[in-house]
Each structure stands twice: as C-alpha cells, then as structure tokens.
C-alpha cells in the first residue's frame, strides 16, 4: 500500500544514523487554529447521493456501449488445451469471444502489491489472457461480448473450455513457509534483545495460536470498468481506488504515452483496499474494447469479485508474551505465516507486535507460504488488523494469568519510543484515548471475574483491545484555480472512496485559503490532473492537504506578482495571511482576491501544489492510535453473540471533518464485528473452488448486528503533520475482533482464538 | 440465464394446463430468479402466476385459516388472525429473509424454495440434486451448514425455510390443483426425503399447482418459533424450533415440536411429541424429548455441533412455553 513511506523505510534503514539529521515535518500554523476545520459539517456530497445523482463507474454508458462478462477458469491450475467459443458466438447478440488465441498483447508489469518495478496499480505481474496457463480457479480465461449484459451472461456459459489440470498448492502448510523479502512496511524478521531470555525470566508467560481466515473487502459498489477508444486516446471510467496507478499501468499494458490515457474515478462505492490494485478485468475491458472496435463495459458480478480479485490472506499467529510480576512485558514472540502468490504480498500480521508495547526483547517474524490462489489484496489494516487480533488476545489472557485489568495492564507497557526502531513519536496519546474511552464506556464499573454477569439467557461481558496502524503521508498534486468571481476550485486526481475526503478537504481549504466552504469546488478522480499517489493507507487527508498548503503559498506568490496597484505591492509571501477571501497583512492592510484580480485584468490563476515530503516519517515512528471497549451477550445455551455496547477512542491527530471521521471509525468497527463473528471466505482446498462466493452465504453484519457505536476522539494536534491530522481511515477495524474475543472471554470464560466467532465455537461454554 | 418462454396465466386451469415438463410457475420470483441466472434452473418455459386471485387470506369454516398460495410472506406475518391464532408462524416468517424479501416471497414459492447447499448453486460441483448420479460436493466438503437428519450418503442439503417449519408444527395441509383435478396433502408430506433420488423434492406431480395452504383450527397452549443463525438477521437457520405446547393440570396434554435447519425437510419430531404427552410438564420431561427430537442424528465432519444445539433448544423452548402456561 505504501510504496513510499516503504522506499523512506529502506532508505531509512541505509542511511543508518543520517536520518537524525533530517528536518523534521513541517509545522502546519493551521493545526492549532479555530475555523472550519473541525466544524462538524454534513456531507457535502450526501444529498446528492441519498437522491441519487451521483454516476458511479457502472453508470456510464457511451454510445455504441457493449457488455462484457468474463468466463472463470474452472481448475486451480494447469494449461487451456482448447476453447471452444462456437455455440457462445452463435448466440443471440454476441459481439465476440477474447481469448488467448486472439486478445491483443498485454505488456506485463510488476505486481503493485510487491512494492517492486514501476508504481502502476497491477494487481499482479501474471499475463492473464495472453498465456494458456491458468494460476488460479476463477481466473478469466475469456471474455464475452455482447450487444446486452444479459446476452453477454449467457454466451459466456457457452464457452466450453478444456484444461490440462495439474497439480495445485492452496493450503496454508508449513512445509512450504518462507520469509518474504520484505512485509509491507515492516521488516519479515526483527530481533530485538533476546526473547528467550525474557521468556525465561519471566513471572508469567501465555502462548497461543490465532488464526484468521482468508476475507473479503465486499464493497457494496462491485468492481467495473467502462472503456472507450477514440483515436489514440483511451478513456476508462473504471472503480479504482488510485486513478492514476490505473492510467500508469493501461500506458504501460497497451505502449501508449500516458498522456494518451484517462482514468476517471471521481466516485467509488467503497473500496477498503480491494480496488487499489487493478485486478485483471481493468486491462481485458481495454483489450476487448480494441477488438471489438467499440465502448465496452465489464461489471464484476458479486460472485466474480470473489473469483476475479484478491481478499486479506488467511493468517495464523503463534504469540508467546512474557511479564514480570508486575506486569512488566520482558518478551514479545510473534511468528506469523500467510498466503501469497507468484508475486510475494505477506499479509505482516506482525506489525503490531513490533509498535504497541514497550518491550526490551520482541522477535516478530513473519513467513509466507506460495499458493495457487488469486493474489492476494490489501485489505483495511493490512498486517495489523488480523495481527492485532492475537496480540490483543494474548495481551488479554496475560492480564489474566497476571490478575491485572487489562487496561491497566497496557498502561504499564506504554512505550516512550518506538520498541524497535528506537525513534520518538512525532506524537503518541494513546493513553489519553484509553481514558477517554474506558471513562466513556464506564470500564472500572466491569465485573474483576469472568462469567460473574447473567440477565437470563445472556451471559454479558466486557472487553478492550488496543489499536495502532501506521500513518503516511504520500504523493500528490492539485491544480487550484481561482476566479475572478472569488470562487476557487481545487482538481485533484484522487477520489472520493465514501469516507468524505471532498468534504474535509472543502473545509480545510476553506481555512486555509480564508474563503468560505461554498465557493469552494473540490474536484476528483480524475488522472490527468497531476501525478498523484494516494492508493490507500488511509494517506488522503493529510497528502492532500499537503498539496493545497503548498498550492496556497504558490497562489499567494503569484497573486502578490498581479497586487501592484493595492496596498500589498512589494510584500513578501511571509508577511501576507490568506484570510477574509483575500491577502492581508497584520496590520490589516491588503486586498481581497476579487479585487487583486480585477485590478490585474485576470480572469483567473491557476497554480499546482505538490505534497512536501515526509521527512517526519522517516525520522520518527508516525502512527494513529485507538482504544476499544466492548461489550457482548452471549446466549449461554445457542453460543450466539451479540454486541451491545461500543465505544471506541481514537488519537487520529487533529480531526479535520468531525462528522465523516466518526462516521468513518464507525464502519471501521462494524466491518471489525463482522469479522470477529461471521466473515469467512470458504476456500474449498481439494479444488480452489471458493464456495460462499455470494453475500447470502459470505456474511457480513446487517443493522441488527451493530449496536450504538460511540466515537471519540482525543483531538490533540500532531505537531509535525499537515493540519496536525493523522490518516485514520484503516484504524477504526484495528483491534475490535481481539476486543470482543476478549469480551466473549469475559463473558462466558471460554477462549476462541480462531476467527470468525460463530456459535458452534461457543457450545461448550 | 438461458432463454426461456413466458407466459401469464388466465386462471388456474390454465396455468396447469400450461405446466408441461420443462416448466415453472413464477410468483415472487425470489428464488427462481437467482436459480435461473445461475443456469442452475433452466426453465423453456415461465408460467407467471403472479396476477391469479390466490394470494387472500381467509377464514375457514369451523375456525381454520386458508393462506393463498400467493399471499406474500409480509402479509401474513402482520395478519391479525395470523398473529393471534398462529404467532408461532408469524414469527417464523419475521425471522426469515429480509423485510424486501418478504414483501416479495410467497406461501406457494416458500414451500417449493430451494435449498441453500452452495454445491448446489455451483454448477462446476458435483451434486445430485441437480444432476442425478453426479455425486456429492458437500459429503466431505463445506457441510457445516448441512443436515443432520433424515440425509442421505446421495444428499446432505437442508430445507431452508423457516414458514415450513412452523407449517409443520401447526399440522397444515397444502392444496394443490393438478391436470386430474385438486387433493390435499399434509405438510409432513409434502416434502420427500432425499434418499436416493434428492432431485425429487416433494410430491408434486407434474404439472401441480400449490393453491393454498390451510391452518387447522386454533389449538389450546403456547407456541414459539426459535431461530438460531450466524447473525442476527438475513441468515438460513442453522437450527430452529416451532413448537407448542398444552399442559393442563401440570401434565402435557398436547405437544408439538419441528426443527429446521437440521434436515432435508422441515422435521417434525413425532418421537419427542409422544414421549411428552401425559408426561408431567417439568425439566426431566423436556431434556427427554430434546434427546428424542435428536436420536439417530448422523453428523458430517462440520456439523455436529447441530446436533447439540437442537438438544438444547428444543429442551429450552418447551421450557420455556411451559412457563408461559
């Protein structure tokens, strides 16, 4: 997800001690001041969208449109030895059938996953549809077009395809684990101290095996690409999380300049880490819209999208905690295996183990085992939300073993640095969020003994996890235009994922800019506005207020060059505030953009603002920081689990956009519920086959599932980042299975370790 | 989805005398649909019933209630009559589906919805439900969700409806009109076990239509539909109960359990309902008949936790309705 910060985290390691003589982050003036950031404000795309008047992807419909639907492989592994395309050609309103026998060539490219090669969003390096080998079940191995989607459906169960089966790898199996170069943002293998000795010296030690199955982002907006040649040009409207990765990767795929190729994606219906990589379909929808020789659109069926794109690995983590008597950790061991492909993504489960506590002995190491499966995908949290799950359960059972309220025990093993690294935080108020949180939800009022609470059939509990996910600022560019009216639009290639990054960064603009919310525009998703890297890692917020702080001082240095005829004429870009839909000095002299523009005769000023670099990242151990308190029920005779009371408390830096950062922690912690107790994707090993390909049968929580959730947040400033926010999209998911694990524990005294926690786990109790 | 005719039926007769072999009737659409777009349905024709005066509600003479075949599962689950004389339905459909599916489904198309197996759905799986002889994905793969009772080595799949299950407790009958005219058959009936035809899933004769479904007259006692399901709404049963219960001076004068989700169709335990009648209403009476309703279980790898779960809800519920009387 963060090739950036993991290309700062390489040279960091490089430049050893040279990174101490790095500047720190910026500080931003605006981080401590009042105005529209952290007004609570609505949604300014929402009533557009309640009533719907966005167009999303699927919605575009060019004229001359066709309809694609892609054919899934039918075996795991092995050679295409004949397809047979006659009966689906026959078939009413059939364009044409791609193959590999006839799709155009497809340049391969480095997987974005692996962090290697080129920065191009695909999903994998494998050449899908310009090879007979087949990599995985699900894989497309044709693709039908058709005068309608209905035609295309049918035709496409037409294609008799023959295989060469031969034999696949899908299980997570020891025997075939290995330690991957690198595990996204964090290193496979760390040793600091000496666990053995911690663990041997230690008045109590707990170990435990955790497992987590393989999952599925399931966005309510399916993957879809609708693709259109004119000419040269190729415009593709398409769901991707990270336009201009996509518009790099088509360039690359077809040999085309990149400004011969135009990605739009102003609007995604969720995305969480499953439409960062552009998955196979993105580039066959290109393909078959050249042999077709006109507009294509493919939209993944809900049971493609498990077929055709990548979920989080399965993982399975082995923890052994050591404490002294009082509670003191000497030693932290987290061994972590996941799946991966021919192109390496370890989903690095140990990444929390190596930031949360401050422990003199840690060994974290993670392994991969190489499986004959779809890549597989980030996923909100990577690493750290399948990885917190078992460190924050064994964090549980050793308050236990300890006699200790596991807050308390956690408040003993607050570290003052990072536990590896060794570098200071550039801010850290996790123990403010586990006041603010333990206060909110009443903690001390908890029963000390587990299964103490009963109302009828329902023993109740309480639980709490900790939650850290590492925070970045990445790459981008926006182009701010100012009109002679006053008005300001600001084009960014990013987009608008559902979490309400348009309207932060209309309220953040406003501040900065001094103009009010309405006569600004904040434009997205589209790639031929700036090179802009923000994939995910939950970096929009703060990468692009970056870029608007810098548009801002460019508008003002132009702006300053056109002020000749007003009282600003010769002052430096130091001694103007932008302030009062104008440029003003502290003594209150100066002129308001209208007039700067009017006097200049200028219709308008554009200027480009580019992201700073994070210097803080490197330097200093960044990351957002959380506190969950759970509560559950557990029916004591059917094992089934309801949630009844969440709340959860955030140090996320400054909160730009109070009401999209609640609104967003809250989905966090309901996909966080759905996976502690339903998610799990059925992989069926003797075949590859994956069998609950279908929201009926992959569950995730409905309105009954979800309880009152209340957000908190510490709101304190980080001094080193733009508006002194942190990125705080991933982290409300992170900890909340361990935090109801820990709660059912509390409840009931039976410890599930393997997720998801469905009633069947719970008939012993 | 393969192409297919469609035609709107007139009247009933008509609709009957449409059905040839390669046809299905269209009500609510919400199964038949999904069933047809997977191509695990490939109907040539549709005929639609949907417009056919069959969808009332109506009281029977001596105190009974006729469900049409297309009243739609909303719409009984809010009738008073509904409500009043027969809450163990109204709760069974409320648990079942979602409130916009409910507003869709009907009696007739719950009765006839078909399993949930997710072999069953994949058409690259063996299965003998939809292609005899092929075999069974299920027997060694994913069947947590799987029956329990009354399958078969040929079929492991439940009935996933929970109105039929709660049919089944209230001894309804299902009226059906055929090319030789119309017959009732009782809901215990009306589903076959798999044995070793699993694609024969009731005794509809070709052609046959589901008109409507009748409740017996009010029974003295308390009823209660249980549903245990991975979460809280818009989930199959993994297990549930419909039962009642009579206890007249401290003895159980009338009984009557059903469990779904355990079975190819909804069960009814005849052997628990014997055991408890004339047996004093206590604790030792409800563990036994919740060990009854389970005798002769026959788990898969994945679900023997079932079998445990229904003992305890059974046992729970009569518990529970015994405390009501």
Redesign the interface.
Known sequence: MNVIARGFSLATRAMGKVARLLPDGRHDPLSTRPGEIGRDVDRLDGPAKVSGGIRYTADHAPARLAYAVPVPS?VAKGRITAVDSSRALAA?GVVLVMTHENAPPMRPTGAYATLKGPVAAAAMSLPIMNTDRVFWHGQPVAVVVAETQ?QA??AA?LVKVEYAPEPARLSMTDEAAYTPAHSVLEESKTVVGDVRAGLAGAAVTVRGVYTTPLEYHNALEPHATVAAWDGGDLTVHDTAQYPYGVKEMLAKKFGLPLSRVHVRAPYIGGGFGGKTPAWPHVALTVAAAALAGRPVKLALSRTHTFHMTGGRAPTRSSIALGADERGRLTAIVHDALSTCTTDEFAEAAIASSRHLYACPNIAAHQRVVRVDRIQNAFFRGPGVTPGSFALESAMDELAWELGLDPLDLRLRNEPGRDPVSGHRFTSRHLREAYALGAEAFRWSERAPAPRATRDG?WLVGQGMAAAVNPDTVLIAAVKLRLSADGTVTIHSSTNELGAGTSTAQTQAAAQRLGVPMHKIRFLHGDSDVAKTRIPGASAATTTLASAIWSARDELVRELLKLAEETPLAGRRVEEVETRDEGLFTRDGRGATYRRILEQAGRDHVEVTGKSALPYQTIKRATSTYGAHFAEVRV?A????V?VSRWVGAFDGGRIVSPKQAVSQMRGGIIQGIGMA??EET?F?E??G?I??A?L??Y?I?????VPDIEVRFVDLPDPQTPLGAKGIGELGIVGVAAAIANAIYHATGTRVRDLPI???KL?QI | ???FAYVRAADVSGAVRLAGPRARYLAGATNLFDLM?E?VETPELVVDISRLPLSAVEDLPGGGLRLGALARNSQVAADDRVRRRYPVLARALLKGASPQLRNRATVGGNLLQRT?C??F?????PCNKRVPGAGC?AL???N?AHAVLGASRSCVAVHPSDMCVALAALDATVNLTGRDGERSVPITDFHRLPGETPHQETVLREGELVTSVDLPPEQPGHGDYVK????????FA?VSVAASLRVENGRITRARVALGGVAPKPWRAYAAEQLLAGAAAGEAAFGRAAEEAVAGATPLEQNA?KV??AR??VR?TLIELAGRS
């Open positions: 039918a009413p209905e459906e049918h169960r059939h029916d005779d059917t094992g089934e309801r107790l339903m059925l069926d003797r075949s086959r069998v609950n279908s009926a049968e569950h929580p409905t309105h009954a599932d469905t009633p069947d008939l | 989805m393969r192409e777009r191509e949930r997710r072999y759905y994949d058409l690259g799986a994905a060694d793969g994913f947590r245990v399901r991975d979460r809280a709404s818009y989930a993994l936790f445990e779960l305890r809800l729970r």
